[in-house]
Each structure stands twice: as structure tokens, then as C-alpha cells.
């Protein structure tokens, strides 16, 4: 019996052992199990996450792309205008350029107006006919005082009569004066360069330069419409340009997004 309770005992023991490690085993088990839950869930969401970043990812390609395509019909709008603006300015030099030459050459004939002509005109009490008419025409342009021969002759007096005329600009010329002075001075059949410049040396320049204005300034009208289709495109094209520059920086921008994922 002693022997036997000592078998028991040791059996009881191994039992003991055994249980315990089945325990153990048990909870290892367990804590596996909760360790590969985690893990699980750990890779799904890495899984979810990465399957959200693809997403983005072709999203921003798609985007890229698009972006590509609007940059590219940007490209060819601007190169359109720019062509069109090219054309529109030459058309309007070229109708300059056939009467600021006659503008220049004028304003030489005047500069080269001798002092002692215009001081014996000044000098004039009743100047011929052709001379009044002349500087008449000429206050008119400057928007000077014009009703009679004194009134003239003193703006003519003036030193700086004849770099007022130099300098004119054309541009001042309104709708209601061109009228009249193609009414009251171009039309008349003695108002020109040859037969005035016979009445008087100074004169001769004078109302050729006059002519040269009234000439330019038709030619400014008829191409104003001309120079506000010039100046809307330029407007255009400076707008479609930065519309360009923003989508070439938004498709940078979604490169380097791309590039990071």
C-alpha cells in the first residue's frame, strides 16, 4: 500500500504537469489567436488603406491627365491668338506706315522754317488771304483762340509756336474738329502746300503739316475698331497664359502627389 501511494502520488503529479502545460498551452494558444486577430486587423486596414491611396493615386493620374489634355488645347488657343495678334498688328502698321512717314516728313518742313519768314509774317497788319486761312487752320488744331488776325498773330508770337506744332499730338483731334477743318480749310481748293507755300515761305510747311494731321487722324479712325480687336486679343491670350500657367502648376502638383504614394 505504501508503494501504491507512492505511485499515486507521482502519477498525480504527472498529471498535475500535464494539465499545467495544457494550460499553458491553452493560453498561449489564446494569445495567439488574439495576436493573429490583431495582426488581421492591423493588415486589412494596411489592405484598406492601401487599396485608398491606389484609389488617390489613379485618381490623381486621371486628373494628371486631363490636366494634360486642357494644358495642351491652352497651348493651341494661345498659339491661335498669338497668330491672330500677329496678323492684327501688322494690318495696323501698315495702314500707319503709309501716312506717319508724310506726318515726319511735315514736321521736318516746319522745324526747318527760317526765323526771318515767320518774323516778317508776324509783322503782317492784313496778311494775304492764304496766310490767315493757314494759321487760322493751325489754331484750330492747337485749340487756340481763332475769331481774327490779332488773336492769331499772338499765338504765333509765341515762343514755343513752333515746338507746340512739333509736338502736336494727333491723337487730340476730336470727331467735331476733323469735320470742321476738312469743312472749312481742306476743302478749299486753294489749301495746299503748293499754292500757300507761294504766299508764304512759313506757311508752306504749316499747312502741309495741317494736312498730314487731318490725314493721320482719318487714318487713326478708320483703324480704331481694328486696335480694340488687337487689344481684346492680347487681353485673351494674357488671360488664356496664366490659365496655362496655373494648370502646368496643378499638373506638377499631382506628379509629385503621385510620386509619394
Given at each position: 500500500?505504501?508503494?501504491?501511494?507512492?505511485?499515486l502520488e507521482e502519477q498525480q503529479l504527472h498529471l498535475n504537469v500535464g494539465l499545467q502545460k495544457i494550460r499553458?498551452?491553452?493560453?498561449?494558444?489564446?494569445?495567439?489567436?488574439?495576436?493573429?486577430?490583431?495582426?488581421?486587423?492591423?493588415?486589412?486596414?494596411?489592405?484598406?488603406?492601401?487599396?485608398?491611396?491606389?484609389?488617390?493615386?489613379?485618381?490623381?493620374?486621371?486628373?494628371?491627365?486631363?490636366?494634360?489634355?486642357?494644358?495642351?488645347?491652352?497651348?493651341?488657343?494661345?498659339?491661335?491668338?498669338?497668330?491672330?495678334i500677329g496678323t492684327k498688328k501688322k494690318i495696323v502698321l501698315d495702314d500707319l506706315s503709309k501716312v506717319e512717314?508724310?506726318?515726319?516728313?511735315?514736321?521736318?518742313?516746319?522745324?526747318?522754317?527760317?526765323?526771318?519768314?515767320?518774323?516778317?509774317?508776324?509783322?503782317?497788319?492784313?496778311?494775304?488771304?492764304?496766310?490767315?486761312?493757314?494759321?487760322?487752320?493751325?489754331?484750330?488744331?492747337?485749340?487756340?483762340?481763332?475769331?481774327?488776325?490779332?488773336?492769331?498773330?499772338?499765338?504765333?508770337?509765341?515762343?514755343?509756336?513752333?515746338?507746340?506744332?512739333?509736338?502736336?499730338?494727333?491723337?487730340?483731334?476730336?470727331?467735331?474738329?476733323?469735320?470742321?477743318?476738312?469743312?472749312?480749310?481742306?476743302?478749299?481748293?486753294?489749301?495746299?502746300?503748293?499754292?500757300?507755300?507761294?504766299?508764304?515761305?512759313?506757311?508752306?510747311?504749316?499747312?502741309?503739316?495741317?494736312?498730314?494731321?487731318?490725314?493721320?487722324?482719318?487714318?487713326?479712325?478708320?483703324?480704331?475698331?481694328?486696335?480694340?480687336?488687337?487689344?481684346?486679343?492680347?487681353?485673351?491670350?494674357?488671360?488664356?497664359?496664366?490659365?496655362?500657367?496655373?494648370?502646368?502648376?496643378?499638373?506638377?502638383?499631382?506628379?509629385k502627389s503621385i510620386a509619394q504614394y
Amino acid at each position: 500500500p505504501l508503494f501504491r501511494s507512492a505511485d499515486l502520488e507521482e502519477q498525480q503529479l504527472h498529471l498535475n504537469v500535464g494539465l499545467q502545460k495544457i494550460r499553458e498551452t491553452v493560453d498561449r494558444v489564446e494569445e495567439l489567436q488574439k495576436s493573429l486577430a490583431i495582426k488581421k486587423r492591423d493588415l486589412e486596414e494596411k489592405n484598406a488603406l492601401a487599396n485608398q491611396k491606389l484609389k488617390e493615386m489613379l485618381k490623381d493620374q486621371q486628373k494628371a491627365e486631363q490636366q494634360r489634355e486642357t494644358s495642351k488645347d491652352i497651348q493651341e488657343q494661345l498659339k491661335t491668338k498669338t497668330s491672330a495678334i500677329g496678323t492684327k498688328k501688322k494690318i495696323v502698321l501698315d495702314d500707319l506706315s503709309k501716312v506717319e512717314p508724310a506726318v515726319e516728313d511735315a514736321k521736318n518742313a516746319v522745324k526747318s522754317i527760317k526765323k526771318q519768314h515767320l518774323v516778317e509774317m508776324r509783322a503782317l497788319n492784313n496778311p494775304p488771304r492764304l496766310v490767315k486761312l493757314t494759321l487760322e487752320s493751325i489754331c484750330v488744331l492747337l485749340a487756340e483762340p481763332s475769331s481774327d488776325w490779332k488773336t492769331i498773330r499772338t499765338t504765333v508770337l509765341r515762343d514755343t509756336f513752333i515746338n507746340s506744332v512739333v509736338n502736336f499730338n494727333t491723337e487730340k483731334i476730336s470727331d467735331d474738329m476733323r469735320s470742321e477743318l476738312k469743312k472749312k480749310y481742306l476743302s478749299d481748293p486753294e489749301y495746299t502746300f503748293e499754292k500757300v507755300d507761294r504766299a508764304s515761305k512759313a506757311c508752306g510747311p504749316l499747312v502741309k503739316w495741317a494736312i498730314a494731321q487731318i490725314n493721320y487722324a482719318d487714318m487713326l479712325l478708320s483703324i480704331d475698331p481694328l486696335k480694340n480687336e488687337l487689344h481684346s486679343l492680347e487681353q485673351e491670350a494674357e488671360v488664356t497664359w496664366k490659365k496655362g500657367m496655373e494648370v502646368d502648376q496643378m499638373i506638377d502638383s499631382l506628379e509629385k502627389s503621385i510620386a509619394q504614394y
